[in-house]
């Protein structure tokens, strides 16, 4: 304010130019400000997608540790139950040449060393090295019945010395024993074990996936409020910016906040920025709806037939606890000569005819596992012993429908052990089937035993 001659004050006007350079300088500014936003959403999402790279490739190696014990105890298993040198010769190229375990663990170690997801995968590295003495023991035993030289076997092997008691014992209570220790209950307790540390380290990679998906979708949100205000400050310069800037990016924003919240994906609409920032939204919305589905498929179901794998089966099982259902354990007919004969190309295309076989002859409530090579198991929920009739008439069809073979897969059977619950414990179910299915192959195959 100025006084004049008469003692009055007067308003100084302000002046246009300067006003135009305040608001050029202010919007050069807001404008600048808004690039750096921009460029700060991309490079959230950058490190987001590296983030979710190197999660991936965690939740590889634990895959590869536990494929690789998986496949030391199968190639154990075999060499034992058949004595067969081919086998034993692939145990020790896995575990002295191919080094899975090993080279699983140096990789993780790279990005989650000294981490849990590192000490769990480390664990069940330490059980499945722990758990060799005992394969080792069991293949010595299987050497020995068979009366190979073991001069000719890798070190380990001529290392492991047999205890007395055990030399004295005849070449098939030799084999006996050999089995009994790769599949006696303490065997499958260690690899218990491994399987939990393994999924120890998925489940500990998984929650620092969900974790960072959080603090990214955090950092959008503040970088979007962050936009909002920058809109504000450059509607309040220029009303032909505020029109423009409520058709092109307000009404889209409003539109999208609902959908957000609601964890769904925005609308691709309104100004350039506002489309790019809701396809990067978009892009990275799919991506980890599209991972987390992979992830949860993968872990619960079997690759090479689709059905439920031995993580699907565990869970399947808690539930059927203490409920009426009817479990079956199937297992293919001298699988194991299909294999040898045919190759496992052939084994798996008859893996995958059964499970369409008898996905075709059940209900679809029911829940078909792959929970071993050629071991499957059926829960038929709410069935009993009234419908044993049933059942049997069941597999009789299956077996005939398998039998008659299938284009270039080869002909099969199945033998087939049920057990029925209602008040027990799912395992328990489980155990008794497998005692029926113990009968039905005594019975000579191709055909079912109920456990009485």
């Given at each position: 304010?100025?006084?004049?001659?008469?003692?009055?004050?007067?308003?100084?006007?302000?002046?246009?130019?300067?006003?135009?350079?305040?608001?050029?300088?202010?919007?050069?500014?807001?404008?600048?400000?808004?690039?750096?936003?921009?460029?700060?959403?991309?490079?959230?999402?950058?490190?987001?997608?590296?983030?979710?790279?190197?999660?991936?490739?965690?939740?590889?190696?634990?895959?590869?540790?536990?494929?690789?014990?998986?496949?030391?105890?199968?190639?154990?298993?075999?060499?034992?139950?058949?004595?067969?040198?081919?086998?034993?010769?692939?145990?020790?190229?896995?575990?002295?040449?191919?080094?899975?375990?090993?080279?699983?663990?140096?990789?993780?170690?790279?990005?989650?060393?000294?981490?849990?997801?590192?000490?769990?995968?480390?664990?069940?590295?330490?059980?499945?090295?722990?758990?060799?003495?005992?394969?080792?023991?069991?293949?010595?035993?299987?050497?020995?019945?068979?009366?190979?030289?073991?001069?000719?076997?890798?070190?380990?092997?001529?290392?492991?010395?047999?205890?007395?008691?055990?030399?004295?014992?005849?070449?098939?209570?030799?084999?006996?024993?050999?089995?009994?220790?790769?599949?006696?209950?303490?065997?499958?307790?260690?690899?218990?074990?491994?399987?939990?540390?393994?999924?120890?380290?998925?489940?500990?990679?998984?929650?620092?996936?969900?974790?960072?998906?959080?603090?990214?979708?955090?950092?959008?949100?503040?970088?979007?409020?962050?936009?909002?205000?920058?809109?504000?400050?450059?509607?309040?310069?220029?009303?032909?910016?505020?029109?423009?800037?409520?058709?092109?990016?307000?009404?889209?924003?409003?539109?999208?906040?609902?959908?957000?919240?609601?964890?769904?994906?925005?609308?691709?609409?309104?100004?350039?920025?506002?489309?790019?920032?809701?396809?990067?939204?978009?892009?990275?919305?799919?991506?980890?709806?599209?991972?987390?589905?992979?992830?949860?498929?993968?872990?619960?179901?079997?690759?090479?037939?689709?059905?439920?794998?031995?993580?699907?089966?565990?869970?399947?099982?808690?539930?059927?606890?203490?409920?009426?259902?009817?479990?079956?354990?199937?297992?293919?007919?001298?699988?194991?000569?299909?294999?040898?004969?045919?190759?496992?190309?052939?084994?798996?295309?008859?893996?995958?005819?059964?499970?369409?076989?008898?996905?075709?002859?059940?209900?679809?409530?029911?829940?078909?596992?792959?929970?071993?090579?050629?071991?499957?198991?059926?829960?038929?929920?709410?069935?009993g012993p009234e419908c044993r009739e049933l059942i049997e008439q069941?597999?009789?069809?299956?077996?005939?429908?398998?039998?008659?073979?299938?284009?270039?897969?080869?002909?099969?059977?199945?033998?087939?052990?049920?057990?029925?619950?209602?008040?027990?414990?799912?395992?328990?179910?489980?155990?008794?089937?497998?005692?029926?299915?113990?009968?039905?192959?005594?019975?000579?195959?191709?055909?079912?035993?109920?456990?009485?």
């Open positions: 304010m100025v006084e004049n001659g008469n003692g009055k004050t007067k308003s100084k006007g302000i002046q246009i130019r300067k006003l135009n350079y305040v608001m050029a300088s202010i919007t050069l500014i807001v404008s600048i400000v808004l690039l750096i936003v921009s460029y700060r959403t991309l490079s959230v999402y950058n490190a987001l997608r590296l983030k979710t790279e190197i999660f991936v490739s965690g939740q590889q190696n634990a895959h590869d540790m536990q494929n690789a014990s998986d496949y030391l105890t199968e190639q154990a298993r075999c060499f034992v139950e058949s004595g067969a040198r081919m086998y034993l010769d692939a145990y020790f190229e896995e575990s002295e040449v191919t080094r899975r375990r090993e080279n699983a663990l140096d990789d993780l170690a790279r990005t989650f060393c000294g981490t849990a997801e590192y000490t769990a995968l480390e664990k069940a590295a330490e059980q499945s090295m722990a758990l060799m003495q005992t394969e080792y023991y069991a293949m010595c035993l299987t050497i020995h019945a068979y009366g190979y030289d073991i001069s000719e076997f890798p070190k380990a092997l001529r290392d492991t010395v047999i205890e007395n008691e055990d030399l004295a014992l005849s070449s098939e209570e030799q084999l006996t024993k050999a089995r009994q220790m790769v599949f006696d209950d303490n065997y499958h307790s260690k690899k218990a074990i491994i399987s939990a540390n393994t999924q120890e380290c998925l489940n500990n990679i998984i929650n620092a996936l969900q974790n960072q998906q959080t603090d990214t979708a955090n950092q959008f949100g503040v970088i979007i409020q962050v936009e909002q205000w920058l809109i504000i400050a450059l509607i309040a310069i220029v009303l032909v910016i505020v029109t423009l800037t409520t058709i092109q990016v307000i009404e889209p924003l409003i539109r999208a906040i609902p959908r957000i919240r609601e964890d769904k994906p925005i609308p691709i609409s309104g100004a350039e920025e506002f489309r790019y920032l809701a396809n990067t939204y978009n892009r990275i919305y799919e991506e980890n709806k599209n991972q987390k589905e992979e992830l949860a498929y993968e872990a619960s179901h079997d690759q090479l037939t689709g059905v439920f794998n031995r993580k699907g089966f565990e869970r399947i099982l808690e539930e059927v606890s203490h409920k009426k259902v009817a479990l079956l354990l199937i297992d293919v007919d001298r699988f194991k000569g299909i294999n040898d004969t045919y190759g496992h190309s052939e084994g798996d295309k008859v893996l995958s005819r059964l499970t369409d076989v008898l996905s075709a002859h059940f209900r679809t409530g029911d829940s078909l596992c792959r929970i071993g090579g050629d071991e499957f198991v059926m829960f038929m929920p709410d069935v069941k597999i009789k069809n299956i077996n005939q429908e398998l039998k008659k073979g299938d284009g270039d897969v080869l002909p099969m059977s199945v033998s087939v052990g049920i057990a029925f619950g209602e008040s027990e414990d799912g395992m328990a179910i489980y155990k008794k089937a497998d005692i029926a299915l113990y009968r039905a192959k005594e019975n000579g195959r191709c055909g079912c035993a109920f456990y009485e």
